[in-house]
Antibody, heavy 119, light 110 residues
Framework: QVQLQESGPRLVKPSQTLSLTCTVS??????????WTWIRQHPGKGLEWIGY???????YDNPSLKSRVAISVDTSKNQFSLKLSSVTAADTAVYYC???????????WGQGTMVTVSA | QSVLTQPPSVSAAPGQKVTISCSGS????????ISWYQQLPGTAPKLLIY???KRPSGIPDRFSGSKSGTSATLGITGLQTGDEADYYC???????????FGGGTKLTVL
C-alpha cells in the first residue's frame, strides 16, 4: 500500500525558500498516470491546491502563487519535492503531499507537516 | 472566498441523515468530476467520494455523492458520532486552470 511522508524544516524565515520533500513508500514514483500533488491548509482554514508534477515530468502550479512554486521528482530516492520562494507569514500552513492516481481525486495523503514563516 | 460554496456547518442527530451541498459554476462542477473528503480533527483529509458518486474501497455505503448541473451533494446516512468532521468538495476549474476546494462544512452529530 502506497504511503506518503512529508519532511522538511518546520520554521522558515520571511523572504527565504520553503523546501519540503514527500517520500513515497510501498510504490514507485515512476508509476504512470499519477499526479504527485502538494496541497496546503492555513491554520483553521480550508484547503488550497498548490500544484502537481505529472509522471511524465510536466508540472502545473496555482497561478495565485505567482510563479513562486517549483515541484520536482527524484526517482532515485522515490521522492517529490516542493520549493516555495519568497515566503511571507501568509505561507504559514500545514503542507500535505497527495496523489491523484488517475481517478480525478486525491486518494492518498501524507499526514501533513506544519510550516511556520517567522523571523 | 472559495470558488465552491459549501454551508459552514450542518448538524443532525445520531442515526439520522444529513446532506452537504457544494455549489459552483459551469467552469468547475458543471464540466468536471467532483470529489469529497472527510477531515477528522488533527488529521489529513480522507477521500470519501470520487468522480461524483463513486466510493473508494473501504468507504461504507452510508456515504453517497451526486451531481446535478453546477451543484453537488454529499449524503451521509445513519449518522455516528465518529462522523463529526470537516467535509470538503473539490474539483478542477477550467477557467482558472487550478484545482479548487470548497470552504468546508463542519458536521456536528448532536
Amino acid at each position: 500500500q502506497v504511503q506518503l511522508q512529508e519532511s522538511g524544516p518546520r520554521l522558515v524565515k520571511p523572504s527565504q525558500t520553503l523546501s519540503l520533500t514527500c517520500t513515497v513508500s510501498g510504490g514507485s514514483i515512476s508509476s504512470g498516470g499519477y499526479c504527485w500533488t502538494w496541497i496546503r491548509q492555513h491554520p483553521g482554514k480550508g484547503l488550497e491546491w498548490i500544484g502537481y508534477i505529472y509522471y511524465s515530468g510536466s508540472t502545473y502550479d496555482n497561478p495565485s502563487l505567482k510563479s513562486r512554486v517549483a515541484i520536482s521528482v527524484d526517482t532515485s530516492k522515490n521522492q517529490f519535492s516542493l520549493k516555495l520562494s519568497s515566503v511571507t507569514a501568509a505561507d504559514t500552513a500545514v503542507y500535505y503531499c497527495a496523489i491523484n492516481r488517475g481517478n480525478n481525486a486525491f486518494d492518498i495523503w501524507g499526514q501533513g507537516t506544519m510550516v511556520t514563516v517567522s523571523a | 472566498q472559495s470558488v465552491l460554496t459549501q454551508p459552514p456547518s450542518v448538524s443532525a442527530a445520531p442515526g439520522q441523515k444529513v446532506t452537504i451541498s457544494c455549489s459552483g459554476s459551469s467552469s468547475n462542477i458543471g464540466n468536471n468530476y467532483i470529489s469529497w473528503y472527510q477531515q477528522l480533527p488533527g488529521t489529513a483529509p480522507k477521500l470519501l467520494i470520487y468522480e461524483n458518486n463513486k466510493r473508494p474501497s473501504g468507504i461504507p455505503d452510508r456515504f453517497s455523492g451526486s451531481k446535478s448541473g453546477t451543484s453537488a451533494t454529499l449524503g451521509i446516512t445513519g449518522l455516528q458520532t465518529g462522523d463529526e468532521a470537516d467535509y470538503y468538495c473539490e474539483t478542477w476549474d477550467s477557467s482558472l486552470s487550478v484545482g479548487v476546494f470548497g470552504g468546508g462544512t463542519k458536521l456536528t452529530v448532536l
